[in-house]
């Protein structure tokens, strides 16, 4: 833990995370009010399903997009921008019933203005801490999201259960604007300043990291997102078990990323940390469904999530310019999202054909492929044993703004 007591001594760094955190907790709570919000307007799933689609469309088409210009017009005019035509349009969401159409169209322009503060964040991080403590900060920052997965739904659940649906949808934009504001005024953000790429859009896939590290991404995220409707299908959405046994896997990655996502990265470790994720859930498909055994072998599965996170991070920082890191991190981070969208469409259709177990076995499928591609393409992830994780230097100086 001393790496990370360092790494919190070091100016500016716990001020950052909390503020990045603070304003990417809508991530955690936008879906989940979205869906319960519309399912209240206009009593049905299937319309809401509708509309986070669109959202979930609109985030993915804008996360290279909008990564990419922080390069040309900088971040705090991008994230100004986004954060405030976001907000907007979650707020007429929230104050007008609109038809369906409608609501799938504003749904999403909130999407495609999802402010990039995850592309932003790691591409100020290696301006901040020196090459050692790189990838700590990585393990870190990927342990401490699950924080917004663990608080972010059950606030949500809690404001539009028991108050208003309405009033969810407004706890999210306090979030987003606040959490927003805190974020791009932060010094950090003003000093560090992105070069604009001399590649076209979409060059940067060529990097083998970047496309493992998306692929993995995508598969990674595509389990959990079948593990959690899995969980939801076994205890009802009524009940406390689903909640406990989702914050038990949510731990389950906080602990793995603290206990050691910061160790050295050889090409293995991304299979390895894989392969903790496939085990839990092995367990969890032989053990399934008791509330205990479950969650237990769901911890044991967590502890490869941040884990795994953080070396696709660190790996793609190693391999890239830092010109490129931005849309290389909003590139990941669209696989992320649509990983998210299909691990569950493809949980939903096995729920209704098989009962719950079947949104186990997508969770094991995925997490197959997952485990095999790291595998089977070792060769191409960098070996970062005693080695910088700092991006590429640009050919050109990158001016440092005073704050």
Request: hydrophobic share 55%; glycine share 12%.
């Amino acid at each position: 833990m001393g790496a990370y007591t360092d790494l919190l001594q070091t100016r500016g760094v716990a001020r950052i995370i909390a503020a990045q955190l603070t304003a990417r907790f809508p991530f955690g709570m936008l879906s989940l009010a979205l869906l319960l919000h519309i399912e209240s307007v206009h009593n049905s799933y299937g319309a809401a399903g509708l509309v986070l689609a669109a959202c979930s469309v609109g985030q993915a088409i804008a996360g290279p997009l909008t990564s990419r210009w922080m390069g040309v017009w900088g971040m705090r005019r991008v994230l100004t921008l986004t954060l405030s035509i976001c907000a907007v349009a979650i707020a007429t969401m929230a104050s007008f019933t609109l038809p369906i159409p409608a609501f799938m169209a504003v749904a999403f322009i909130a999407g495609l203005s999802m402010p990039p503060i995850q592309p932003a964040v790691r591409t100020i991080y290696p301006k901040m801490v020196t090459s050692r403590q790189l990838t700590p900060l990585f393990s870190l920052d990927a342990s401490a999201q699950e924080i917004i997965w663990v608080v972010g739904p059950v606030l949500t659940t809690f404001v539009a259960t028991q108050i208003s649906t309405v009033l969810a949808l407004w706890v999210v934009i306090g979030f987003l604007v606040g959490g927003g504001a805190w974020f791009i005024l932060s010094p950090e953000v003003g000093k560090v300043r992105i070069p604009r790429s001399r590649r076209k859009l979409g060059v940067v896939l060529r990097k083998p990291s970047v496309i493992i590290g998306t692929v993995v991404g995508f598969l990674l995220v595509g389990s959990c997102a079948a593990i959690e409707a899995g969980v939801v299908a076994t205890f009802g959405d009524h009940g406390a078990e689903a909640g406990l046994v989702l914050s038990v896997w949510a731990i389950g990655s906080l602990v793995g990323g603290l206990s050691f996502g910061h160790a050295p990265l050889a090409p293995w470790s991304l299979a390895r940390r894989m392969g903790i994720v496939l085990v839990g859930l092995i367990a969890a498909i032989a053990f399934f469904p008791g509330v205990w055994w479950l969650g237990a072998a769901l911890f044991i599965s967590g502890a490869g999530i941040a884990p795994a996170l953080a070396m696709i991070f660190a790996m793609t920082s190693a391999t890239v310019k830092f010109s490129d890191t931005a849309e290389a991190y909003g590139w990941i981070g669209t696989g992320q999202l649509i990983g998210a969208a299909l691990g569950s469409a493809f949980a939903g259709v096995q729920i209704d054909a098989h009962g719950a177990i079947g949104a186990y076995w997508v969770a094991g499928g995925f997490a197959v492929l997952g485990t095999l591609v790291p595998v089977i393409f070792v060769r191409h992830i960098p070996d970062l044993r005693g080695r910088d994780a700092s991006p590429i230097p640009d050919t050109e100086p990158v001016p440092v703004q005073p704050s």
